[in-house]
């Protein structure tokens, strides 16, 4: 009998309990999808006049582009005129400490660019950048 109790714990220690290996892995998991960043595009490929004082924003979280024919894009849709405000209320409301950059082509009219930053400052959001390739 005490041959056969001491086989059984032989048994059970050589087993490894892999669970709280598991737990610390989930958990690693879910707070590296948490916090990662991800990038954001307004949707189509725009030609950036070059500035020699442009500097990286960080945190740029509704992007806005213009393209050469003065189309708006916001979150690969296009977007009229008229319904830009909107859109950025809405993206701001779900990150508030979001700004707002504009990505304009060379060619885009200034009015269009105009336009899309009174649409922005009257969304609330007064953290306006315009987007340009550095030198």
Known sequence: MKQHFQNLVEEEEAQIDMTP????VFIMLIFFIV???????????VNRPEASTAVKK??????????????VWIN???????AIQANIERLYAE????SVVIQADKEAKTETL?????ASRAAGVY???IAAAEE
């Open 21 to 24: 290996m598991l737990d610390v």
């Open 35 to 45: 916090t990662a960043s991800f990038v954001k595009e307004a949707g189509i490929d």
């Open 58 to 71: 960080s945190r740029a979280n509704i992007l806005v582009a213009i393209s050469d024919k003065n189309q």
């Open 76 to 82: 690969k849709r296009q977007v009229d005129v008229r």
């Open 95 to 98: 990150n508030p400490q979001g």
């Open 114 to 118: 105009i336009k899309v930053m009174d």
């Open 127 to 129: 953290d306006v950048s």
